[in-house]
Structure formats: structure tokens, C-alpha cells
């Protein structure tokens, strides 16, 4: 082709594998199931830190966690890792304009001067980055500490939250990028699911209450660790939720209620845009990827948000559509975020950068039945994980690194990793085996 192809990057943060798409037929994701059809699923993609703002700056750099990079939510990929050639920057440098809406850093101001063309847009927020709109929610959060409730349901149009308006600037960006010669990068960042789960009526009327589920396994699972387990704190500093203990039921299903009716409004925006990349005809001439940067705990394990090393907070959505790739089908292979970098650049007729530690998923795009990595590696904190085709093994080190505790799952016998397995005998064999390779793996 004459003109080098445009890529959509669309990401959603604490986005679960929530979809239709990914097989939750209770939920309304039409958007992003449509993208799907048009694209290849990622079933088993993982994030390499289960918090924001770690697993940005590792799938934005190309580049690995270790124990002192790319550790918390506050991470800067200019502190962590200075001068760090970023996935934006690369396509900036090969002629490509560059643009962002939203939230993808997780602090605008990292490395936009060389990722970007311009300043990032973020719409501006009444009182704080949480964004009520209802006047008695704006009262009661006032501040860190002292949050507003965990959920709000307001009668206003999208774009009266900030996700709405993250959507109009995209569209409006489309609209200019298109007219100008060179190709372009642009990335889009939602913030919803993200707590508070505030979303206009019309998405929680999507669900009936009384028909929202609730976790079949809100246990801690047997034999786990202590340091497999947190008390989920950033819930707890909303109104109204305990300091300590479970949540009440009906306090539980106002959460999943408003979960799911956050991830369809951030479905209904992630739609709007995809409508503006086909009215300007660019569709064909686009790659498009979608992603969520980590998983989230919706009552599993007794756990809300994500901060740990089960599969709930590892596991997120993938899913890649790009011209001359046939669409509406489903890849099984592992995959990792740090394969995102090197598959757009491969994609995109970019050479590979010889810093990525990734690898391009072309191969499973073109035939998404090929096996995928022999093994994925994550890590939160002093915990680090791997996952095979059958295991999701953990350890966890001080800081002289003696080993403090492990866990093993056995995902063909226990997908919801209720079981830990890794002090029983008969996993000897598996537990020295998987930490071998762990070792071998871990940066």
C-alpha cells in the first residue's frame, strides 16, 4: 500500500475479560464483541503487573517488571526507566503523528514531549478525578481518605462523564488525523470500569438487579498463603464499605451491578469511536488493538480489585483486528502484554526495536491454532508468577531472596483456583520444575 497503515490503540482500564466476546453471555459489550468479530480474541493474555500504572509503563516500553521497576499504580516510565524508547514514540519517529485522549500513561505528562505530537487531552473533572455528578456525592468526596460511594447512577447523557468526553475528542481527532497525509497513531485511554463505578441509568438499567451473580467462590482458596491474600483497600475507602470483612450481599451485587454497567458505557464509547473510524473510511487501512490493562476481582477468592498474583487480576482482554486478517476468531496460545510493541511494529511494516523483550503475535494472527509462549511471566510486588498451559505457579522472596511462600494451580482441574497445590507431594516434581523456570525467567 502507498500509505503506511494507522493504528487505533484502545485501552480500558481494570477492564476483566467481561465481554460477550470472551464468553459472558449476561453481558451487553456489543462494541467491543463487534470488534471482535472483526479481529482475533486473545483468550489468555496476561498483564505483567496487576496495577495500572506498572503494566502501562512495561506494554508502553516494551520492557520487563523487576522487583524495582515497574512496581505500583504511581509509576512513572520516566523514573523507572529514563529515555525509554516508548511504543508511541517509535511509530512518532518512523513519520507517524501521534495523539492520545484519555488515560494511557498513567500520569499524562510521562514522556509526552517525545511520545506524542501534542499535550495528551484529559477532560477536566468537577472537585476530584473520581467524577460524581450527583450534588450529594460531590459533598461526601472530599478526600483520598474520605471517598463518595463505590457507585454512582446518574440520569445525564454519556458524554456528562469523563469517558463520554475522552470518546468526543477521539472522534473529533479521526476526523483531523484523516485529512492530513501522514499515517497516524492514536490512542485512546477509558477510564471506566475503574472505581467509582459511575455510568449514566441507562447502562445499569441494561441489568436487572436481582439477576446480577454474585462469586461462586468467595472463599479464601484452601491452603493459600497469607501473602497471596490483601484486604483490598482501594475499595475499602469508599462510603459505606466495611473497614473489615466481607461486604454484604446486597452491598456485593450493587458493586458487580455497577461494574457491569461501567463496562458497558465504556463499551458504548469504544463503539462511538470504531462508528468514526468506518464513516471516514479508514477501517481498512487501520490496525486496531484493544486492551485491558489487568484483570479485577469481582468477590473471587473474598477479594475486590486486582494488587495480587491469581488469574482474576493477570488475566485481561486482548484483541487485535488489522487489514488482511480475517476476523471472528480466537487464539488459545498464552500471550503477554510485552508482545503488543513488537506486534504492532511488525504489523505496520516497522523494523523491531532491539530493546523489546517481547514477542509479535503475528503468527497466531495469521493462524491463531498455533501454540503460543511455552510460558508467561507476571509479578506484583515480591510475588512472581508463571503461568504454563496448565499452571499458575507463585513464589514469593524477601528482600535477601529467600523464598517466603509459593502457590500452584492446576488450571485443567481447577480454573477458578480454589485449591492451593503447591506444598502436597505429589506437586514436588511440578513445584521444582516450575521454579526452575521461573528462575530462568525472571529479569
Keep these: 500500500m502507498s500509505r503506511k497503515l494507522n493504528v487505533l490503540f484502545l485501552v480500558v482500564d481494570d477492564l476483566r475479560p467481561q465481554l460477550g466476546c470472551y464468553g459472558r453471555s449476561q453481558m451487553h459489550t456489543p462494541h467491543i464483541d ?22 502501562r509503563a512495561s506494554l508502553l516500553s516494551g520492557v520487563r517488571p523487576t522487583r524495582r521497576r515497574f512496581v505500583d499504580y504511581k509509576t512513572w516510565l520516566d523514573h523507572d526507566l529514563p529515555g525509554a524508547l516508548t511504543l508511541p514514540q517509535y511509530f512518532r519517529d518512523h513519520g507517524y503523528r501521534t495523539h492520545a485522549c484519555g488515560k494511557v500513561f498513567h500520569h499524562l505528562p510521562d514522556t509526552a514531549e517525545r511520545s506524542w505530537c501534542e499535550m495528551p487531552f484529559m477532560p477536566d473533572c468537577e472537585g476530584t478525578w473520581r467524577n460524581y455528578l450527583l450534588p450529594e456525592n460531590l459533598k461526601s468526596d472530599v478526600s ?26 477521539a472522534v473529533a481527532e479521526l476526523s483531523r488525523l484523516s485529512g492530513q497525509e501522514e499515517p497516524f497513531f492514536l490512542a485512546a485511554g477509558f477510564v471506566k470500569p475503574h472505581l467509582p463505578f459511575n455510568a449514566p441509568a441507562k447502562y445499569w438499567d441494561l441489568y436487572r438487579h436481582d439477576d446480577v451473580p454474585l462469586a461462586g467462590n468467595a472463599f479464601r482458596p484452601q491452603d493459600a498463603p497469607d501473602e497471596a491474600m490483601h484486604n483490598w483497600g482501594e475499595l475499602r475507602k469508599y462510603f459505606d464499605i466495611p473497614a473489615e470483612g466481607p461486604v454484604p450481599d446486597e452491598m456485593a451485587r450493587n458493586l458487580v451491578h455497577g461494574y457491569y454497567a461501567a ?22 487501512s487501520t490496525i486496531v488493538v484493544l486492551w485491558g490493562d489487568h484483570g479485577w476481582q469481582l468477590g473471587e ?30 487464539a488459545r496460545g498464552l500471550v503477554e502484554f510485552l508482545d503488543v510493541y513488537p506486534t504492532l511494529c511488525e504489523l505496520a511494516g516497522l523494523p523491531r526495536s532491539e530493546h523489546l523483550d517481547g514477542a ?30 496448565r499452571y499458575l505457579y507463585t513464589e514469593w522472596a524477601d528482600d535477601t531472596g529467600e523464598q517466603t511462600a509459593r502457590m500452584l494451580y492446576d488450571h485443567d482441574r481447577d480454573p477458578a483456583e480454589n485449591v492451593n497445590l503447591a506444598e502436597r507431594d505429589e506437586s514436588r516434581d511440578t513445584v521444582a520444575d516450575l521454579s526452575r523456570r521461573l528462575a530462568a525467567l525472571r529479569p
Excluded at 150 to 162: F, H, S
Excluded at 306 to 323: D, E, G, Q, R, Y
Excluded at 377 to 386: L, V
Aim: aromatic fraction near 8%; glycine fraction near 10%.
Design 263 to 284: 463496562t458497558s458505557y465504556t463499551d458504548a464509547q469504544v463503539g462511538r469511536v470504531l462508528a468514526q473510524l468506518d464513516a471516514i473510511g479508514l477501517r481498512e
Design 144 to 169: 483520598e481518605d474520605r471517598r463518595g460511594p463505590a457507585y454512582e447512577k446518574a440520569d445525564v447523557p454519556d458524554n456528562a462523564y469523563r469517558d463520554g468526553q475522552i470518546a468526543d475528542r
Design 360 to 389: 509479535s503475535l503475528t503468527p497466531l494472527l495469521t493462524d491463531p491454532a498455533r501454540p503460543g509462549k511455552p510460558a508467561v511471566f507476571s509479578r506484583y510486588f515480591a510475588g512472581d508468577s508463571i503461568r504454563t498451559d
Design 34 to 55: 463487534g470488534l471482535a468479530d472483526r479481529g482475533v480474541v486473545f483468550e489468555r493474555a496476561y498483564c505483567q503487573v496487576p496495577v495500572c500504572g506498572a503494566t
Design 301 to 330: 477468592h473474598g477479594m475486590w480489585c486486582k494488587h495480587c498474583n491469581f488469574h482474576t487480576s493477570l488475566n485481561a482482554p486482548l484483541i487485535v483486528s488489522a487489514p488482511g486478517v480475517p476476523g471472528g476468531r480466537r
